[in-house]
């Protein structure tokens, strides 16, 4: 089977490597520096105690220092699962959510045609280049002359010049035995409406090769000599080679410089990348002719933890800033963000390395901004807050933008940053502690006895001690049935843990994935984390869970661990909204703010209850919990089904109540 242009790559460009390495090895933090993308532990591939197996997450690339193995993320799942090349891609894309492309006879000719195109898109790189050394690009070279840009920045970007005429491109690439349909395919020429001999689509301009990160040219950024051009600035179109939202330009040289230690800075446009990088700053990008999108933020996390958007400091410059803010909230997580650079009102990095030097963008990137201070910039600058009604608007407008963010750490800090800039805007309020609604404290609670004090209620740690008995029991239930690993794949990923026993089990759990025969899986869980099921298994709140003490009914244990994973989402929710609301305690407690904290401890009592139908339609289960009728009904059947197939009888047909 072939597989369609692009597609590995998009696979690796979606599933980091130290994530799919990171399910065999445990990393050793002390030597692993995780913000740079690099990560170092034992090899899983020979019998080692020192960590020199190295991942590489930005290149996409491991190597052991040891056995000297290496490879990318296929390489490595083909090697530690056993597995052919499409089996291995098959995995990975299962847990990049991408569907497997069908089966195509025709894609070999697809992935030839490709290699056509960016054949002439080579050829037409080399002839540009050609052209810049012509008497006819005199007025390109003195504009490069005073734009700074050395001969060997020349080479190295590879900059060339189209020449004014019509078809000097066409009837060069032509003679060489380049098809003309190929020439428009790669977005290099045009069709006239008339459908006459197509056209040079670059004319009279200094040409800028784009390149995708492995070094291929796959389209070219054009700027006219002519000031009176509709156009400044001309990218290539859509093509097999070329998606623009999902490519930077200088991509590759950049992910060299970043992986060196150099900070990944993010301008405007290709000038500002060619100014900086003759100046030292090699680790330069920019998007191409649009707007940050959000594969080019993934792109760039790929490449640096940190980027740095450095944009100008008019309002155009601004207004993109706080695009990117808005696009990247959803994408944020831990170790993973952005910082901006605001540049002098009316200067672009090229503008200021020219007027002060490289020093003096040096400074600007060193006073880069965070994330949420470009946030709260917007939400307050030029505003007065001298009304309960405007302060609460701008509490509204931060909340809204707070809950954007996915990730519970990463929006907990920032209503932390934010509610501290909010009391310096303020003026000092009230000290931050445990508040009582009425104004009455609590009794000294009595002594705990010592059974207590060893439960895991009491271990677990505060407000999570519910959370943690919740997590206990789903990866117990999976350890019972891991036939059910596949279908609960991502909430087991999407787990929040912190007992070392819980990551263990959930590694054993995920190295299980897919398994079709329960035994032998239950048999391989207990031969590797036999000590961790123990003890787990151990806990009466486990060892009770229905679940748990019936291995055999698959359905039941599906059912109750889809109720298990919804509760504890919905207590997590609502502890949330909680300690949100609680952060937003400034001074007096209001109405609005105790009706939250109300309406969030109702949620979570609902969610824990479950659903509860008022009216004649309601029935009361033998549980004590009131459901529909039609729900009650189908229950039954359910259970009627699983009762039959252990033998115990003819399923009923009237949905009746089972003992």
Not at 37 to 51: L, M, V
Not at 256 to 270: D, F, H, M, R, S
Request: hydrophobic fraction near 40%; include cysteine; aromatic fraction near 6%.
């Amino acid at each position: 089977m072939s597989l369609p242009p692009g597609f590995l790559d998009e696979l690796r460009n979606r599933v980091p490597l130290s994530q799919v390495v990171g399910r065999k090895v445990t990393w050793d933090l002390r030597k692993s520096n995780q913000g740079k993308g690099d990560f170092w532990a034992p090899c899983p591939f020979h019998q080692e105690k020192s960590a020199s197996f190295h991942v590489d997450d930005r290149k996409g690339f491991y190597y052991c220092f040891g056995c000297h193995a290496k490879g990318d993320a296929i390489g490595f799942v083909k090697e530690t699962e056993n597995v052919g090349f499409m089996e291995a891609v098959e995995i990975l894309a299962r847990e990049a959510g991408m569907a497997m492309p069908a089966r195509d006879p025709q894609a070999v000719q697809k992935a030839d045609r490709r290699g056509l195109l960016s054949e002439a898109m080579e050829e037409a790189v080399k002839f540009y280049r050609l052209q810049l050394r012509t008497g006819a690009a005199g007025a390109a070279r003195d504009y490069l002359v005073r734009r700074r840009l050395s001969p060997e920045g020349q080479e190295r970007f590879g900059i060339g010049f189209a020449p004014d005429a019509r078809q000097a491109l066409y009837y060069a690439l032509t003679g060489k035995g380049i098809a003309a349909d190929v020439l428009v395919e790669a977005g290099l020429c045009a069709r006239p409406e008339d459908g006459g001999a197509p056209y040079d689509r670059f004319r009279g301009r200094i040409i800028f090769p784009i390149r995708d990160a492995r070094g291929r040219a796959i389209s070219l950024g054009g700027r006219s000599m002519d000031p009176n051009a509709r156009a400044k600035y001309l990218n290539g179109p859509e093509t097999p080679l070329f998606d623009k939202g999902r490519n930077l330009y200088n991509v590759g040289p950049a992910r060299e410089a970043a992986g060196k230690g150099q900070p990944l800075i993010v301008t405007e446009g290709y000038m500002d990348v060619i100014a900086l990088s003759e100046v030292g700053f090699r680790a330069t990008v920019a998007p191409l002719g649009t707007a940050v999108t959000e594969d080019q933020l993934r792109l760039m996390w790929r490449i640096h933890s940190e980027p740095v958007i450095a944009l100008d400091g008019d309002a155009a410059g601004i207004r993109a800033a706080l695009r990117v803010v808005d696009l990247a909230l959803p994408l944020l997580e831990a170790g993973q963000g952005l910082r901006f650079a605001v540049l002098p009102p009316g200067l672009d990095p090229d503008d200021l390395i020219r007027a002060d030097g490289p020093a003096a963008m040096s400074r600007v990137l060193e006073a880069a901004q965070p994330m949420v201070s470009l946030l709260w910039r917007r939400e307050t600058e030029g505003q007065v807050f001298d009304s309960p009604e405007r302060r609460a608007a701008l509490d509204k407008r931060l909340r809204e933008a707070v809950l954007k963010i996915r990730d519970v750490s990463i929006r907990r800090h920032y209503g932390e940053e934010l509610n501290r800039l909010r009391r310096e805007l303020f003026g000092a309020s009230v000290p931050r502690r445990a508040f009582h609604l009425g104004g009455r404290r609590e009794a000294a609670p009595a002594a705990p006895l010592p059974s207590t004090r060893a439960s895991l209620l009491a271990t677990a740690v505060g407000e999570r001690a519910e959370e943690e008995i919740r997590l206990g029991i789903i990866l117990a239930t999976l350890a019972v049935h891991p036939v059910l690993i596949a279908e609960f794949e991502r909430e087991l990923e999407g787990l929040e843990l912190i007992d070392p026993i819980h990551h263990r089990l959930r590694r054993a759990l995920l190295a299980q994935l897919g398994a079709a025969d329960p035994d032998l899986a239950r048999a391989e869980l207990a031969a590797t984390e036999g000590v961790a099921l123990e003890s787990l298994m151990r806990l009466n709140h486990v060892r009770s869970f229905p679940a748990i003490r019936h291995p055999d009914r698959r359905e039941v244990a599906r059912m109750c661990l889809a109720e298990a994973l919804a509760k504890l989402e919905a207590h997590r929710g609502a502890r949330q909204e909680i300690r949100y609301a609680e952060e937003d305690v400034d001074g007096l407690v209001d109405e609005g703010l105790t009706w939250r904290l109300a309406q969030a401890n109702l949620a979570r009592f609902e969610a824990e209850r479950g659903v509860q139908i008022e009216g004649p339609e309601a029935v009361i289960a033998p549980n004590g919990v009131a459901m529909s009728r039609e729900e009650l009904e189908h229950r039954d059947r359910t259970f009627n089904q699983i009762n039959f197939t252990r033998g115990r009888g003819k399923p009923s047909g009237d949905g009746g109540s089972q003992n």
